[in-house]
Nanobody, 127 residues
Framework: QVSLTESAGGSVQAGDSLRLSCAAS????????KAWFRQTPGKEREIVAA????????YYADSVKGRFTISRDNAQNSVSLQMNSLLPEDTADYYC????????????????????WGQGTRVIVSS
């Protein structure tokens, strides 16, 4: 069983930066593909970014490419999302996710590809 805990989000102004972190605990957490998703009321949860277990491969939603960066520290069992040039449309609840498989040098973009989820953290971007 994997436990994922996101850092606190926050309220920022458009153009600001914010960094989210996710602490993971459990069996083989350092070897699992991880991702960040986000969700707004009435909409499905959508992929933001994903990273393979070594960090060699990453995936970004088109809406965040060039602004967000996903990274991981397997020694610390953590994954982070650096968000720059934030826009009001980035306002959402952000969730950390991990796959059950280990040592996969692949990234995945669908909710069903992930088995473990954090509780979510809210990010509000004001114009």
């Amino acid at each position: 069983q994997v436990s994922l805990t996101e850092s606190a989000g926050g309220s920022v102004q458009a153009g600001d930066s914010l960094r989210l972190s996710c602490a993971a605990s459990g069996r083989s957490v350092g070897s699992r593909t991880k991702a960040w998703f986000r969700q707004t009321p009435g909409k499905e949860r959508e992929i933001v970014a994903a990273i393979s277990w070594t960090g060699r491969y990453t995936y970004y939603a088109d809406s965040v490419k060039g602004r967000f960066t996903i990274s991981r520290d397997n020694a610390q069992n953590s994954v982070s999302l650096q968000m720059n040039s934030l826009l009001p449309e980035d306002t959402a609840d952000y969730y950390c996710a991990a796959r059950s498989g280990s040592y996969e040098e692949s990234v995945y973009s669908r909710m069903n590809d992930y088995d473990s989820w954090g509780q979510g953290t809210r990010v509000i971007v004001s114009s």
